[in-house]
């Protein structure tokens, strides 16, 4: 269990930029942003702390398509965020300057022009001093994001919530989809087993050598069965904890590692995961490791219904950026 904790009062940043009042426009009009954030597509030379990026890309996927679609879809969810997170006692835009900068440039037909222009895209919010929240897209875009955070941040600590471990080498002779961002990231030596930390993995595999790359690269894993019995999933959040210190910290949210009861709009999902509610109480509990960066793919509104999935991702931007606010000691990271 995740309890309701309170902090001191915290000192109001100095933010220019802030949610628009819901009471001077109301939250079903206007152009949708993240949170009806401010649009800042031009924010090297402003005082951000966060930027939130669509990338609608899906061209990665091997079953359902779609997730090119929910950048759009989760701006439009995200107009019931508040501003105030009160099971992790923060209000996030009192510590954070956060804008929508809009969506990156990619190319549907080729995915290496599309990682490169992702890549360069996060290199310039890192330079500009703020820390990047990435809403896929494809599972895919993982990559070229990690490329831009280890340039910035060196090793980090990936904990990843997910129906699948991403592990696998190619499809059809292709080295890059959405299975493979695991083990390439770790052959380009951006991330290294013991630091890469999945939960809610689950499912039937196509043989049974299929996990032995995780075990061979010492990934570690808290499968589904593990997430349900309270002792090894509390074990597992303290060894994270152990093994991230107060180091660089990235989050990645497969919405597929949620039941598609809870989550059907998604493009390959996995039956017996966690609830929305699970999943959320398990983002909290991540509460104090620093966060240079997160993101969450595999939306695919077209086989949502009554935009749940959506809203799911909308809520789950909202505990990124309040987990961001929560470890902030200093505005912005210039």
Known sequence: MCPKTTTPPQEPHSARYQPKNPLKSPRFGDVATFNRLPYVPDFDDEDVDVVLLGIPFDGGTTYRPGARFAPRSVREASALNRNF???????????????????????????????????????????????????????????????AIRKKFGEITLIQFDAHTDTADSAWGEKYHHGTPIRRAIEEGLLVGPKIFQIGIRGPLTSPTQEDYVKEQGIQVLDIESFYDLTKRSEFLSKIRKVAGNGPCYLSFDVDGVDPAYAPGTGTPVVGGMTSFEALQTVRGLQGLHFVGADVVEISPAYDHADITSLLGAALVFEMLSLMAKSETKPSLR
């Open 85 to 147: 997170n009160p099971h992790l006692g923060v209000h996030v835009f009192e510590r954070l300057s956060v804008v929508d900068g809009g969506d990156v440039g990619v190319n549907p037909l080729q995915i290496q022009k599309t990682f490169t222009n992702i890549e360069e895209h996060i290199t310039r919010v890192h330079e500009a001093g703020a820390r990047c929240i990435s809403i896929g897209g494809d599972h895919s875009i993982l990559l070229p994001d990690l490329r």
